[in-house]
């Protein structure tokens, strides 16, 4: 099973960005997905969620009104759009797959991706 996310890179703060979490082997849409950051030399921390169907999302105060999740399930695909950039936002990006419903709890996803990393300069 593998999650690969992409579209990470180096922007200046107030730029936008869109990351993607594809999968192979692994059907995302029987998974709630989320999306996970670990700025340097902090713990991980959850990002952003959302529902098999796309319709409930949930985010972590310091990204609401910022980031949007979504996901195209035709295309096995989640992403996560990420505006108004902050230097704070700089941190390897992971997308995670879960049963039923999504959390803000890393230990309760199943699968994982590598990472992608975001660097917003200031």
């Known amino acids: 099973v593998q999650l690969v996310e992409s579209g990470g890179g180096l922007v200046q703060a107030g730029d936008s960005l869109r990351l993607s979490c594809a999968a192979s082997e692994l059907t995302l849409s029987n998974y709630a997905m989320g999306w996970f950051r670990q700025p340097p030399g902090k713990e991980r921390e959850f990002v952003a969620g959302v529902n098999i169907h796309g319709d409930y999302t949930i985010y972590a105060d310091s990204v609401k009104g910022r980031f949007t999740i979504s996901r195209d399930n035709t295309k096995n695909t989640v992403y996560l759009q990420l505006n108004s950039l902050k230097p704070e936002d700089t941190a390897d990006y992971y997308c995670?797959?879960?049963?039923?419903?999504?959390?803000?709890?890393?230990?309760?996803?199943?699968?994982w991706g590598q990472g992608t990393h975001v660097t917003v300069s200031s």
């Open positions: 995670a797959a879960k049963w039923s419903a999504p959390t803000n709890q890393a230990r309760e996803y199943h699968f």
